[in-house]
């Protein structure tokens, strides 16, 4: 009895994308998941909390994760029939983790009002986010979005 071994199904799409690592190439992620999410018919609902989601993650690769002529990159998953989407950015800096600054934090600093509450808004939209090591020497901050 030769059957075929049984295949896997996958229903995901995948979308993955180098980005340079300047404010340009972070604009250029949030505006590239936009277009890509609304071709795939994503639900609007979730379209605007990934945008939102890969703006804070593309900002944070830029301004903290940058290594001179390294790129960063954009991978978006997502996987309609279960309203499931996953979004990556992987910069150079595996030496520095996320540090979220609690929302609470009160300061007369001007700048600690207006930086670092990215995460902070990232733990808020989605359902979940980590960091992981991304061999040789850089780190995927990955965040799970899903439709209710």
């Avoid at 799409?13 to 609304?38: C, D, H, I, K, M």
């Avoid at 390294?70 to 030496?95: E, H, N």
């Avoid at 930086?115 to 990955?142: F, Q, S």
């Amino acid at each position: 009895m030769n059957q075929p071994p049984p295949q896997l199904i996958t229903h995901s799409l995948t979308f993955t994308q180098l980005l340079s690592s300047n404010l340009r190439g972070a604009r250029l992620a949030r505006l590239l998941s936009v277009s890509q999410l609304r071709s795939w018919d994503a639900p609007h609902d979730l379209t605007e909390r990934a945008e939102i989601v890969v703006a804070e993650l593309a900002a944070n690769a830029v301004l903290h994760g940058r290594l001179p002529g390294r790129s960063f990159r954009l991978t978006l998953v997502f996987d309609a029939p279960a309203g499931r989407l996953r979004i990556d950015v992987t910069d150079a800096r595996g030496d520095r983790g996320p540090q979220p600054r609690p929302a609470t934090a009160a300061s007369s600093d001007t700048a600690l009002h207006t930086n670092g509450r990215g995460l902070a808004l990232v733990t808020a939209i989605a359902d979940r986010w980590d960091c992981i090591p991304y061999p040789p020497a850089g780190k995927t901050v990955r965040a799970v979005l899903t439709t209710p």
